[in-house]
């Protein structure tokens, strides 16, 4: 991976192994290979990336199902470690250019306001060089902790902890 200045003060993240997640489930590097960051001190959240053979759309390029579903949970776990347990209202991706598979790149969220019980947020996709291949804003809804309990039963009594600890 590359070494980006953005994850200088960032300290990694495990997300996903406290539940099944489309994104961050069953590990696969010819599908999605990626690793979570925090920045506690800006509230900035990171996730390096490499697209694999398996999340093709053109031929040598990552779909863009695959990049959008990417930024759904990147913004998501952005509100977790932040101490936001939301889940999604709505979301935009915006594509500035193809993206080739295998190669490294950097997701990176924000929460831009907090308004009662909706979160906004951006992000956007870079490479090492600050190339932008597409970017996004969030719009999540708080949730009461009890009802992901409810959700999954079988981890739902490690959720408040983990909002708590940043292990998502």
């Known amino acids: 991976m590359v070494d980006y200045k953005q994850l200088k003060n960032a300290i990694p993240i495990e997300f996903g192994k406290q539940f099944i997640s489309f994104i961050t489930g069953e590990h696969n590097d010819e599908r999605i290979s990626l690793k979570y960051h925090f920045n506690e001190g800006s509230g900035w959240f990171y996730a390096e990336v490499r697209f694999g053979k398996l999340a093709q759309g053109p031929p040598g390029y990552t779909h863009g199902g695959a990049i959008s579903a990417v930024f759904d949970e990147l913004m998501g776990a952005c509100c977790w470690v932040n101490g936001y347990p939301a889940m999604t209202a709505q979301y935009t991706t915006r594509y500035f250019e193809p993206l080739p598979l295998e190669k490294d790149v950097l997701y990176c969220a924000k929460i831009r306001e907090v308004d009662g019980n909706k979160i906004s947020l951006k992000a956007k996709l870079i490479d090492e060089t600050e190339n932008r291949y597409a970017s996004a804003r969030g719009l999540f ?17 490690k959720l408040s902890s983990l909002v708590q600890t940043h292990q998502l």
């Open 141 to 157: 809804i708080l949730q009461d902790i009890e009802k992901f309990k409810q959700m999954n039963l079988e981890t739902g009594d």
